[in-house]
């Protein structure tokens, strides 16, 4: 199952997508009938940094010696190696590590390979190493946890490309991820054109009944829900250009 490049139709998607809050995408998901799409329990290593972009799936199981074996001879330099090589402008790195924070899959030079290569992101429900210098590396990442270990120390990569678990989430290479201070929502790539139109319709009416709020001369009930008066008025809003 091979990740898809970045189209010119997606470079437009993520700028939509981009000026969204994962608490709208959140909720249009759920009303979608995709309930359980926030990744939980991995927050970001920066803030005030905007992620999207695709997943490119990788998955790691605690260290077994069959296994090892198994992993040298398909991944001859490391999955991590691989996987950052395949990347393209774009991609985000999902990491499925089984929860396991004690060792790191990833530093700071296999990264500085991985920004060359126009990655957007990493999510890791592991951990991972050089944290202080990857903080201010300028890519969006979101880890477990940190540990100075290898992650040979714990882990061996065995899978790529395929369906991955990570925070609770069901990932599939390709899904569109989407990241904020608050974390990771992962879209199903079917709905991301539907999800970004909604969301912003979502966003644009929310921004109108703050407004409306602010005037202090209507309760809550009126607003937020509108009731017909005050959609009404949003539809006047709306003509009138804003």
Known sequence: MATPRVTPGDAEL???????????????????????????????????MKMVGRARTLRYLPIR????????????CGLTHRAVEDSHPGDILVVDSGGCTESGFIGDVIVSRFIVRGGAGIVCDGAIRDYSILRHMGLPIYTKGV????????????????????????VLPGDILL???????????????????????????????????????????EVYPPNEEVLKEYEEYKRQGH
């Open 14 to 48: 993520f700028k939509k997508l981009s000026g969204l809050c994962i608490d709208t995408v959140s909720g249009i998901l759920m009303g979608l009938g995709f309930p359980d799409q926030y990744i939980a329990g991995i927050p970001p290593i920066t803030l005030d």
């Open 65 to 76: 010696p069959d296994l090892s074996e198994q992993a040298k001879h398909k991944y001859p």
């Open 147 to 170: 540990h100075a270990a290898v992650s040979q120390r714990r882990l061996i990569g065995i899978g790529y490309e395929m369906p991955v678990v990570c925070g609770g989430v069901s």
């Open 179 to 221: 990241g904020d201070d608050e974390g990771v929502v992962v879209i199903p790539t079917h709905l991301a054109d539907q999800v970004a139109d909604r969301g912003l319709a979502t966003e644009h009416r929310e921004t109108f009944l703050r407004q409306v709020l602010e005037r202090g001369v209507r309760p809550i009930h």
